[in-house]
DNA sequence: TCGGTAAGCTGACGGCATGACAGGACAAGT
DNA sequence: ACTTGTCCTGTCATGCCGTCAGCTTACCGA
């Protein structure tokens, strides 16, 4: 499936050339989360995987490129999320519970992989077509599971036929990943964590399901 | 209130240099709604407003502090922000409308800065105090306000006792924001615009109130 | 064992951005 | 015209970018 790894100049990988590769991505994520985006340099990446800055333009047109990359990765793990909302329930108590292992869940993903979201987000919203895709992609199984159940419950009867199930599900999912890559602003200005996951899960909960949840 | 204006050097500035300042900073503006901000460079910034890079150091010690200017400038604007939650009800249909107005004037708002605060949003994400203080300042009119009618509400036993209002301000908020970046990627997923805005201030209301809006 | 071939890495280089300084241009008052 | 302080820029050392030729290393078939 996923074809043969390159240089960028053409030839195919080898294992060293594979690790030297993988080593320079790791470098290259470990500096996304020690230095400002804007200050990560080729040549520090190089240094810190030491080898050279010609070595990196083998393997990546640019630190972007890397990037790219990087987030790709992320997007693939990103399985484990489905399992938070997929053959989920949403009524009741076992709603309720649903909204709390999502919130949790999701906000444990983003902090483990924080500083690449930052980028893949920062590269969406300036409308990198490539890192657009990344985002939905990296979102799209929470998001469209949200979408269903509550197209689910609409058909039903129990959600409004005015409520557009994708646009609810994607607020609700951008807030998820706003609120977690901002968590430190929150704890700042005297919300804490123990009370911010709770109240995010209520605020899950009434945008399925438009009722407040029975705990 | 706000002390003369000086350059890096301590001098204070003159009516001539104010303008090239003030210039310097609008081009700055402009390189950062068509540019990533990770491309933006002295040089250009100079080249645009057809000086040279040695005037931007002048007035400025790096790319970064210019930037917080300019955020500082959307931060004083943000009082506008104010009026379309101050002394709102958020009861019945005059709740929704609330809701609604909240929405659309907060959305416009982020559309017209767009990419000073897709900037400050990255910075207070990379955890750099300066931008993080500058971001919960620019939200705060908005953050307080919703606080507020939560708390109020609360107190009158129309909402929950367990609910955390700081939270769930905190989280509404950090929504619309997240939403408005991302705007783009709505409406590439078949979002439209004229659906997004209702569905978020049902969200809003359902937030506030933890009730479904009569409308 | 011995080339042959492709992978892998780096030194070196021109080009450009950074950031600092000193000195020249300019406006305003005397 | 002269002085004073503001304002701008030419220039320079430094450092990163991105590319290339060329060297070393690993693999493989004969």
Known sequence: ???QV?????????????????KLLDCLSEMLSSSPYRDV?????????????????????????????IADEVASETAELTELTQGRSWVGKAGWQTAQELVEGFLE???????????????AAEGDKRFAKLRTKILSPVNSSLS??????????????????????????????AVASHQKGFT?????????KP?????????????KPTK
Do not use: H
């Not at 190089?46 to 990196?56: C, E, L, V």
């Not at 039903?156 to 998820?176: F, I, Q």
């Not at 109240?199 to 009722?211: E, F, H, Q, S």
């Open 1 to 3: 499936m996923t074809g």
């Open 6 to 22: 390159r240089t960028v100049d053409g030839r195919v990988a080898g294992r060293r050339g594979q690790a030297t590769r993988q």
């Open 41 to 69: 340099k080729v040549i520090d990446v190089a240094r810190k995987a030491g080898t050279s800055p010609a070595t990196f333009y083998q393997y990546f047109p640019d630190v972007e490129g890397a990037v790219l990359e």
């Open 109 to 123: 993903f983003w902090r483990r992989n924080d500083a690449i979201l930052r980028v893949v987000d920062l590269g």
């Open 148 to 177: 269903n159940s509550v197209a689910e419950l609409q058909s039903k009867g129990r959600v409004d036929k005015d409520v557009s199930p994708a646009a609810v599900a994607g607020a609700l999912v951008a807030m998820l990943a």
């Open 188 to 196: 700042q200005s005297g919300v804490k964590q123990a009370e911010l």
């Open 199 to 211: 109240n995010l899960a209520l605020l899950v909960y009434l945008g399925v399901t438009g009722k």
